[in-house]
């Protein structure tokens, strides 16, 4: 009997697992939606327009928006809201919002001007990553009430981590068939039909915490009542702009945190124009038809896993820092030498390459982060490193939307046998700007980390899929 249960596959709990299975089905619905939206966009609704490249990163802009202005605020909310509930309700309201789009889409793409498809693709994606502000933080919650135990904890992080690479693995190769076999209809239904699957799963499992060990020292006595003790909380809580307040000038005081966001935000340039620009990239620059777009993105997510495996190793051999500037250089110069690709395998190959020491050095900044930040901060540094990132994200993908399709347009040049045009110039330009901010990386950051070890904390949820850093 105990061969057999050492034998049997398990995952923490059956809640965690329910929780685990909504997941994975979600985060590869959100997979093939967000390539879909790509792919049509691009393909079909401004097929042989200029405005192509435009209008993609105007989905990149719709997600980056959500997360910059939502996202800061929505993690008070769900802390003051019944985390059940919100769970819930977030995947009925993407749900509902995908299965409305889902039902337009079945009108021919001609019956409508371009300009109110685009409207309601955004407004789609905008409400739907609005909606993960409150998803995201609430599953964080309940997870860590539910798993207590340091190692299980650490387990749950590493089946996170995981899960959401391994959708943009599947998701991608199927979104291209199901486009183009299919339809856009079906494609959208594929992701309204996974949140109806996590909705079931979450209602389904027992989110009841674990219990917390009796205190025996504490003195013996009537509690005081529910309502009472909530109420003499919330009229202790400090006002929700004053906390924000605070964590904004503790966080411009700090050289190294400001140099630490820097870096982060000249990283997004690459991960930015590839959100926009890869998939006129893949057609024009790899010759590679449509249909073989998805497997861009599967390299990416093996890309992914197999750097978020090997990070923790190398970060222990090499130290934190140096991770962080030697995975900027290397992730710079690789994409660099993508821009240069003309065939689909070897923009395969390299695509697989160039993530992993991108998945290392964010992995590596972690750490950094953590040690520089006290803990009564983390929350609102927090609040503020991700949106900022995000609109570097979000101004990156504007940027080079305008410049392929409208500044650099006509662009076409040579240099030592190589000839340049506007996609390619704009990978190769972000690349070596990015090579720059590990330079700039290898001086600015401390030699040694000198701030006492981050406590263990709950496992880090990955944010929803998105376009971002994705072909």
Same mark, same amino acid.
């Given at each position: 009997m105990n061969a057999l249960t050492r034998l049997r596959p398990t995952l923490i709990s059956p809640t965690y697992t329910r929780l685990w299975f909504g997941q994975a089905v979600s985060s590869v619905g959100d997979a093939v939606f967000s390539t879909t939206l790509v792919l049509w966009v691009a393909t079909v609704l401004a097929e042989g327009r200029s405005w192509g490249p435009q209008a993609v990163s105007g989905v990149v802009l719709a997600t980056s928006a959500a997360v910059m202005f939502v996202g800061p605020l929505a993690g008070v909310f769900v802390d003051r809201w019944d985390k059940r509930a919100t769970m819930l309700g977030t995947e009925v309201l993407r749900g509902v919002l995908v299965a409305a789009l889902t039902a337009v889409s079945f009108v021919p793409v001609e019956d409508l001007p371009a300009g109110v498809w685009l409207a309601l693709v955004y407004a789609t994606v905008l409400a739907l990553n609005a909606a993960s502000?409150?998803?995201?933080?609430?599953?964080?919650?309940?997870?860590?009430?539910?798993?207590?135990?340091?190692?299980?904890?650490?387990?749950?992080?590493?089946?996170?981590?995981?899960?959401?690479?391994?959708?943009?693995?599947?998701?991608?190769?199927?979104? $291209?068939?199901?486009?183009?076999?299919?339809?856009?209809?079906?494609?959208?239904?594929?992701n309204a039909l996974s949140y109806l699957v996590s909705y079931l799963a979450i209602r389904g499992a027992d989110l009841t915490p674990a219990a917390a060990p009796a205190d025996s020292t504490a003195p013996a006595g009537p509690k005081p009542p529910a309502?009472?003790?909530?109420? $003499?909380?919330?009229?202790?809580?400090?006002?929700?702009?004053?906390?924000?307040?605070?964590?904004?000038?503790?966080?411009?005081?700090?050289?190294?945190?400001?140099?630490?966001?820097?870096?982060?935000?000249?990283?997004?340039?690459?991960?930015?124009?590839?959100?926009?620009?890869?998939?006129?990239?893949?057609?024009?620059?790899?010759?590679?038809?449509?249909?073989?777009?998805?497997?861009?993105?599967?390299?990416?997510?093996?890309?992914?896993?197999?750097?978020?495996?090997?990070?923790?190793?190398?970060?222990?051999?090499?130290?934190?820092?140096?991770?962080?500037?030697?995975?900027?250089?290397?992730?710079?110069?690789l994409l660099v030498l993508y821009s240069r690709q003309t065939g689909f395998p070897g923009g395969v190959a390299l695509l697989f390459v160039f993530i992993v020491p991108i998945t290392m050095l964010n992995t590596a900044m972690a750490p950094l982060?953590?040690?520089?930040?006290?803990?009564?901060?983390?929350?609102?540094?927090?609040?503020?490193?991700?949106?900022?990132?995000?609109?570097?994200?979000?101004?990156?993908?504007?940027?080079?939307?305008?410049?392929?399709?409208?500044?650099?347009?006509?662009? $076409?040049?040579?240099?030592?046998?190589?000839?340049?045009?506007?996609?390619?110039?704009?990978?190769?330009?972000?690349?070596?700007?990015?090579?720059?901010?590990?330079?700039?990386?290898?001086?600015?950051?401390?030699?040694?980390?000198?701030?006492?070890?981050?406590?263990?904390a709950a496992p880090a949820e990955p944010a929803e899929p998105t376009l971002e850093g994705r072909p």
């Open positions: 502000q409150f998803f995201t933080p609430a599953r964080f919650s309940v997870i860590a009430e539910l798993v207590t135990d340091e190692a299980d904890r650490a387990r749950a992080a590493g089946l996170a981590q995981a899960t959401g690479q391994t959708a943009w693995i599947i998701g991608p190769p199927l979104a $291209a068939p199901l486009l183009f076999a299919v339809g856009l209809q079906w494609a959208l239904l594929f309502k009472a003790a909530k109420a $003499a909380e919330a009229a202790e809580r400090p006002g929700l702009f004053q906390d924000f307040a605070a964590g904004l000038r503790f966080f411009a005081r700090s050289r190294f945190l400001v140099a630490l966001l820097l870096l982060t935000v000249i990283g997004q340039l690459g991960t930015g124009a590839l959100s926009t620009l890869n998939v006129f990239f893949a057609t024009r620059n790899l010759h590679a038809s449509a249909e073989l777009y998805g497997y861009l993105g599967m390299a990416m997510g093996i890309g992914g896993i197999a750097g978020a495996l090997a990070a923790g190793r190398v970060v222990q051999w090499i130290g934190a820092r140096r991770t962080t500037w030697i995975g900027l250089m290397a992730s710079g110069a982060l953590l040690a520089a930040t006290p803990q009564e901060f983390r929350g609102r540094v927090v609040a503020v490193f991700y949106p900022v990132t995000r609109l570097a994200a979000m101004l990156t993908a504007v940027l080079s939307g305008w410049l392929a399709g409208s500044g650099l347009r006509d662009f $076409a040049g040579s240099a030592a046998g190589l000839r340049f045009g506007p996609i390619d110039t704009v990978f190769a330009v972000s690349g070596l700007l990015i090579v720059l901010a590990g330079v700039y990386a290898r001086f600015a950051l401390p030699v040694a980390d000198k701030s006492p070890a981050p406590e263990p």
